[in-house]
């Protein structure tokens, strides 16, 4: 059965093996310590894609987070174009009829009252624990207000922040004050002060900017993330910076297995 498969970079294989890896790592050791531990995918795709240089089919992060040996007790998948989650629904449909998925169909920034009343209420003897991941194509498809208000639940979240792909080529015009778009994305109103003495110590923008963001979830309660424990991903072609997975968690346990997940995620070595 033929559904839309988008196409994507090489460098996409790299990203799906560490959500594989942090997610199974993540759901196999909280299933026996939390009543319900909920998926959720702001910008689900269409499920799998077609790799551009080689031709060669993937499953995408919703598919993976289905596959993985010990399953989330819930699935939430949101995403905005309508050609790719009814191929998403049909696949999941056909591929884990029996999982609790549930579809969004929206801008995850407009649809977050409907994803948060998908979450199942957290009480003292019904413990619930979320996975978010976050890959927003752009600067200007996340709004930093959004994950603000999914953290109100227990909530770790996995962030691609587009740094070299997108703020790194578009400074000049990120910098003009009619743009909000980066302030939106970090949180950070006032980046504009401080970028002049970033610039002057000798970062470049794609650094200041991921910095902005993490010091905008600290601020909401989640343990700082250096741009160094991140994941830079790099264009396989040129090897050109286009963007880092950060991951943000108010538990050191979430971080540990981030760093297992970073370590264990080469294509050498596959351990699942």
Not at 31 to 36: A, N, R, Y
Not at 145 to 151: A, F, G, M
Not at 180 to 197: C, L, S, V, Y
Not at 242 to 270: I, M, N, T
Request: charged content about 25%; glycine content about 6%.
């Amino acid at each position: 059965m033929q559904f839309h498969l988008p196409e994507i970079g090489a460098w996409g294989e790299e990203k799906y093996r560490l959500i594989r890896y942090y997610a199974q790592m993540f759901a196999a050791s909280m299933k026996d310590k939390w009543q319900c531990r909920v998926y959720i995918d702001l910008f689900s795709g269409a499920g799998r894609a077609r790799i551009k240089e080689t031709g060669k089919i993937v499953d995408g992060s919703p598919l993976i987070a289905l596959g993985i040996d010990d399953p989330f007790d819930r699935y939430i998948f949101c995403e905005e174009d309508a050609t790719n989650i009814d191929a998403l629904r049909k696949r999941v449909m056909t591929d884990y009829p029996s999982l609790d998925t549930h579809f969004v169909h929206g801008d995850a920034n407009k649809a977050v009252d409907e994803i948060l009343a998908k979450i199942p209420q957290h009480s003292p003897i019904y413990k619930v624990l979320g996975f978010c991941f976050v890959d927003p194509f752009k600067i200007d498809n996340l709004k930093f207000t959004t994950l603000k208000r999914l953290s109100a639940k227990y909530m770790d979240f996995l962030v691609l922040i587009p740094t070299g792909m997108d703020a790194r080529r578009n400074v000049s015009y990120y910098m003009k004050y009619n743009s909000k778009h980066i302030e939106e994305f970090t949180g950070r109103p006032n980046w504009r002060d401080e970028w002049p003495e970033a610039e002057a110590r000798g970062e470049n923008f794609g650094l200041f900017f991921i910095k902005q963001f993490c010091t905008s979830m600290a601020d909401i309660g989640y343990k700082y993330t250096t741009a160094e424990a991140s994941v830079e991903i790099r264009s396989t072609e040129k090897n050109l910076p286009l963007y880092r997975l950060a991951f943000f968690s108010k538990h050191p346990l979430g971080h540990k297995f981030w760093g297992e997940a970073k370590k264990y995620s080469s294509p050498q070595l596959d351990l699942f």
